[in-house]
């Protein structure tokens, strides 16, 4: 068994989608990055990579390389998938905490929790995602993202 951790955070701007998960949640800023943003994703990818002692995030995909300007972020996360089972690992569930000010994530947890689990390959009760407001940390302007994961080996039931 393995477990891993990963941590984001990304600045909302302006006029750009908001994605979080996967999906497009309606909100007039999004979350400005080299990639979509994708902050939930991106806490993912590195919580699986970390799993198995891998590169992180931003080795894999510089934000220096404009092959990943604008790039869905779940192109991170199947890279990180595969990587996971070449080291002969498979996911059994993950859990993650989202910190933003707005919008609610509340009424678009369910479509975020399927999004991600039709992502990772497992199912919807395999993902847990919770969100906070930031209370008294000052981070209003920007969206924060924790997740953490649990492998267990693909050889083994
Ligand atoms: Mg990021």
Redesign the pocket.
């Known amino acids: 068994m393995r477990i891993g951790y990963g941590w ?3 600045e909302f701007k302006a006029g750009i989608p908001l994605r979080i998960g996967g999906i497009t949640l309606p909100h007039d800023k999004g979350l400005g ?1 080299h ?1 979509d ?3 939930l994703l ?2 993912l990818t590195d919580a699986l990579l970390g799993a198995i002692a891998g590169p992180d ?1 931003g080795s894999l995909f510089p934000p220096s390389d404009p092959q990943w300007k604008g790039a869905d972020s779940a192109v991170f996360l199947r890279e990180a998938l595969k990587r996971v089972a070449v080291a002969g690992y498979e996911l059994v569930n993950l859990d993650s905490v989202l910190i933003l000010a707005a919008p609610k994530i509340g009424p678009h947890a369910d479509a975020i929790r399927k999004r991600v689990a039709e992502l990772c390959g497992i199912a919807a009760d395999c993902v847990g995602i919770k969100a906070k407001t930031p209370e008294g940390i000052g981070t209003e302007g920007a969206a924060i993202a924790s997740a953490t994961v649990l492998l267990r080996s693909a050889t083994s039931s």
């Open positions: 984001d955070s990304h990055g990639s943003g994708d902050v991106h806490a995030i």
